[in-house]
T-cell receptor
């Protein structure tokens, strides 16, 4: 079965510092896509960053970057210069070519300390 | 503005009283999907639709129905709601396929079944 695991239910970081959220996945597929979504208190789901598995270069979006380790099946999210507005639930998700579903992790709650 | 809308945003109902949650997108997306979100479980897919008149079961379809008569609309129907369907529901859409393409999420519908 294809699974996505986020082992950190909650993380906290001081404002302006850097934090890394972990995500691992399990698949035998060769072609897939990885996503990080943010869910602020408003509960809306917002795409943070996306990575194609066939690309070796790690995706980056402003203060957000990923460390994609394909062999280890790891896809961590690094948030630099953390801001109060980054406080949210963060979900890791994986999508496969063989079906039309996203497989989701359980989420990590990120707390930003002022 | 490109968006996915859901109505109602909040709903309290009683066991057995049929209800419909509407979902509409204005981006001409082919793929639409319904998820439910429960604490500690992340998002689980209920149903998805590849195009008009094409729908398929996701991971947790029991107790739900959907229809896709028009491209822009994808209502979620609970024929006889039960308390275990109390949850936060999200509708999402994407241009071609639900995995490779970035999904756009609606604001969510919080349902309480008494």
């Amino acid at each position: 079965a294809q699974t996505v695991t986020q082992s950190q239910p909650e993380m906290s970081v001081q404002e302006a510092e850097t934090v890394t959220l972990s995500c691992t996945y399990d698949t035998s597929e060769s072609d897939y896509y990885l996503f990080w979504y943010k869910q602020p208190p408003s509960r809306q789901m917002i795409l943070v960053i996306r990575q194609e598995a066939y690309k070796q270069q790690n995706a980056t979006e402003n203060r957000f970057s990923v460390n994609f380790q394909k062999a280890a099946k790891s896809f961590s999210l690094k948030i630099s210069d953390s801001q109060l507005g980054d406080a949210a639930m963060y979900f890791c998700a994986c999508a496969y070519d063989s079906n039309y579903q996203l497989i989701w992790g359980a989420g990590t709650k990120l707390i930003i300390k002022p | 503005e490109a968006q996915v809308t859901q109505n109602p945003r909040y709903l309290i109902t009683v066991t057995g009283k049929k209800l419909t949650v509407t979902c509409s997108q204005n981006m001409n997306h082919e793929y639409m999907s319904w998820y439910r979100q429960d604490p500690g479980l992340g998002l689980r897919q209920i149903y998805y639709s590849m195009n008009v008149e094409v729908t398929d079961k996701g991971d947790v379809p029991e107790g739900y129905k959907v229809s896709r008569k028009e491209k822009r609309n994808f209502p979620l129907i609970l024929e006889s709601p039960s308390p275990n369907q109390t949850s936060l529901y999200f509708c999402a859409s994407s241009l071609i396929r639900g995995n490779q393409e970035t999904q756009y999420f609606g604001p969510g519908t919080r349902l309480l079944v008494l």
